[in-house]
């Protein structure tokens, strides 16, 4: 067995995929999509067991522990075809919990689980800039790195099974609210009369500066969303896992519940698999319908 195995070839990892097959890695791609593993250059397995019984490193780009986990342990999933020494390194976000018990189950099987945060987004993931963030054995890290080398540039071993998600809620936690936090200063400056640009120029040299003013919003008052990121439906999902963590760890969450109420409020008006940026307009439809930008050829 020397072919790489990549289960979940949609807007994430179909991305990595295409880097892994142009920096010459042999790629064997499982997808209910089948279109999307042709586009990604991967040759197509017809399940999750059959690519398992060919495959000695496994990876998952998949949305949630729930699909983890009918992938890895349901009927002809990964487990059904798994030989010991095989790694299975899970890109996905998910749950810790669960993913400490696939663990388990995979190391009974004599097979290693590394769980991989992902943080970058789409653009990172084409220009091969991605940053991980891994749990489980720094040895089993340390051999599949050449196979991360192709969509990832930074790579922290952050602590045993489950620390990796657990890492990724945390950043995705900050992430969100800062998203949410300034669609919501943008609609108050656009209604203000403020000029956008100006108010952005001015927080990016002052104590308001975050991800979302320096890398977001630049673009959003311009009309581009940067289409192909976290879409709002995952992003609340997401945020959730991070107050179940909470929950878990005997943490208050006095936070959460703003990121909460504005991804709920994307998706509930129509914006549930649009990026997770036209929170701006879920924000902007109940205050007046406002938007940070004028549509071309609007009056």
Request: aromatic share 4%; charged share 15%.
């Amino acid at each position: 067995m020397t072919s790489i195995g990549f289960i979940g070839l949609g807007n994430m990892g179909g991305r990595m995929v295409r880097r892994m097959v142009d920096a010459g890695h042999e790629v064997v791609g499982y997808d209910t999509d089948p279109a999307s593993v042709q586009r990604s250059g991967a040759t197509a397995a017809k399940n999750a067991e059959a690519l398992a019984i060919e495959c000695d490193t496994i990876f998952l780009s998949l949305p949630d522990s729930t699909v983890v986990e009918r992938v890895v342990l349901g009927e002809q999933g990964v487990l059904a075809g798994i030989r010991g020494g095989t790694t299975v390194v899970d890109l996905s976000t998910s749950a810790p919990s669960s993913t400490r018990r696939i663990h388990g189950v995979l190391a009974a099987r004599e097979a290693a689980y590394l769980d991989a945060g992902i943080s970058g987004g789409a653009a990172a993931a084409e220009k091969g800039t991605l940053t991980l963030m891994v749990g489980g054995e720094a040895a089993v890290l340390d051999r599949v790195r050449p196979f991360l080398a192709p969509f990832a540039s930074k790579i922290f071993h952050v602590g045993p099974a489950g620390a990796g998600h657990v890492t990724k809620l945390l950043n995705n936690f900050l992430n969100a609210t800062a998203l949410a936090a300034t669609a919501e200063v943008m609609i108050a400056g656009k209604k203000a009369g403020l000029d956008l640009a100006v108010l952005l120029d001015v927080i990016n040299n002052s104590s308001g500066i975050n991800f979302a003013t320096l890398h977001r919003f630049p673009h959003v008052i311009q009309g581009d969303y940067l289409s192909g990121g976290l879409t709002n439906t995952l992003m609340l999902k997401d945020v959730t896992l991070y107050s179940e963590l909470l929950a878990e760890l005997g943490v208050a969450g006095l936070n959460a519940p703003g990121p909460l109420a504005a991804f709920g409020l994307a998706r509930a008006l129509g914006y549930a698999d649009r990026i997770s940026n036209t929170v701006v307009d879920a924000i902007g439809d109940i205050s007046g319908g406002v938007r940070l930008h004028q549509a071309e050829g609007a009056q």
